[in-house]
């Protein structure tokens, strides 16, 4: 059998936890509120731990140490990112995987204009639960209802003309810029670069209603429309 027919490519969503912040104890506290908030949503979610800025951290006692604390959290560490040479060898060690860094987040810089899309992926039929639609590079636009346990992830804007009950990911590959539009919110997650509310977070007034989301001084915002 080829082993093009056995590994196949694929799209994930996991959390990024950043190393320095762990251990901070207002964040430990604020990330637990917000797991009790959503417990069935980060119920043995994957994170990967972001070591930007974090000089040491090299042993592999370390790693698993934080991998038993975010364990406590129901969360599980799969793996690192942004990790200097001496850092990534005692994550291995631990058993964990090495992540290609991040591309940024929050809003562009003042005068950059962002990316432009190639193109624009339309999708005319319902998305399905357990089904995953990436727009690589461009904008998504769906004409029908997303239903739950679908995840639509784009790295330009989202448009859903429909129920959207999935997930959306909008500016997957960095882009603050990019916005999420649906014609009714029923999401279980929207996310830009990175930020993202959960169902229990998106305000009452959005619920069921015409909106759009955009990442301002990074805070996802969401407005009528």
Request: with cysteine; net charge neutral.
């Amino acid at each position: 059998m080829a082993a093009g027919n056995i590994v196949q490519g694929a799209l994930f969503t996991v959390m990024v936890v950043r190393a320095a912040m762990l251990r901070e104890p207002a964040f430990e506290n604020e990330l637990t509120q917000q797991i009790g908030r959503s417990p069935r949503f980060f119920q043995n979610a994957p994170v990967v731990l972001d070591l930007r800025g974090v000089e040491n951290l090299t042993e592999a006692g370390e790693f698993e140490t934080i991998k038993e604390k975010l364990r406590a959290l129901t969360l599980t560490l799969v793996g690192v990112q942004n990790a200097q040479p001496a850092q990534l060898e005692g994550a291995t060690a631990a058993g964990l995987a090495s992540f290609a860094p991040t591309t940024g987040g929050g809003q562009s810089r003042a005068g950059a204009a962002p990316p432009a899309a190639a193109k624009t992926r339309l999708v005319t039929a319902p998305v399905r639960s357990g089904t995953q639609i990436y727009a690589r590079g461009s904008d998504l636009v769906v004409t029908a209802s997303v239903s739950p346990g679908a995840e639509l992830v784009a790295d330009g804007n989202i448009h859903v003309y429909g129920v959207l009950r999935g997930r959306a990911l909008a500016g997957a590959g960095g882009d603050g810029a990019a916005r999420i539009f649906c014609t009714r919110l029923e999401a279980e997650l929207v996310s830009i670069a990175g930020r993202y509310l959960v169902s229990e977070q998106l305000p009452a007034n959005a619920q069921g209603a015409p909106v759009q989301i955009a990442l301002v001084d990074d805070q996802l915002t969401i407005t009528r429309n």
